[in-house]
């Protein structure tokens, strides 16, 4: 059934409603991932009024549907109780990783470059994906400096640092933060996925190093020379720390 009676009250349950009414949700996503690539320069002076529109075409149907306090709840409780603390908990994250900054003199060697994309993955359940590439991605692109081939590093270092890494606690990946506010067990994550996401990183790691090393090889650039680095050895970044305890 389209309408079910059973999710008239205000507090529906979204598992009992039609397929069809995901199809804003569905829409807006295609709109995000294929708007910048086909129609860039409307996109970007209109994708305020492309989000409200798809919004509407779910929310006024809803509310006709369901009834106007139906739709009123919804919108209250995706603000309240889902969006609000997950932007809250990306702006601490990128607060705290933004105001740390790691220099030192780097070379960026196939051996290097693995464990920094390790470290990486292992930070980003701890302080999130993104703070976790925020705080990785800058020693790893001035190391990286004087190489040739630099785009494999990055692509490797996104599978990993921005993804991968964040499937073991609520802190790391944004699906995983709203399933602990929902009740879900904060090391329910690290119990049932410790497995995957440890195979998943040795895999990459292990296909990033031989990749690596072959253009390392090519690029003939001796092992002892460092990356250019204005002000080596820096962490200028005590309060960040102190507050992300």
Known sequence: ?????????????????????????ALILLSI????????????????????????????????VFGASAGIHTVAHALVEEYIPFILLLLALYTISGGILVWGDLNGTPKLNTALLAV????????????????MIRPLLKANQNRVHRVHIVIFFIFLVANIGGGLTPLGDPPLFLGFLKGVDFMWTVKHMLAPVLISTAALLTAFYF???????????AQDTPAQQENPKKLPSSENGIFSC
């Open 211 to 221: 990749i690596d090393n072959r253009f390392f090889k090519q690029e003939n650039i």
């Open 120 to 135: 990486g993955t292992a930070l980003a359940s701890i302080m999130g994906t993104t703070g976790a590439a925020m705080l």
């Open 33 to 64: 991932a294929l708007g910048p690539l086909f129609f860039s320069h409307t996109w970007h002076h209109h994708y305020g009024k492309i989000t409200a529109f798809w919004t509407l075409l779910f929310l006024i149907p809803f509310s006709l």
């Open 1 to 25: 059934m389209l309408f079910p009676a059973s999710v008239y009250a205000a507090d529906l349950d979204g598992a009992n409603l039609n397929l069809l009414w995901g199809l804003p949700f």
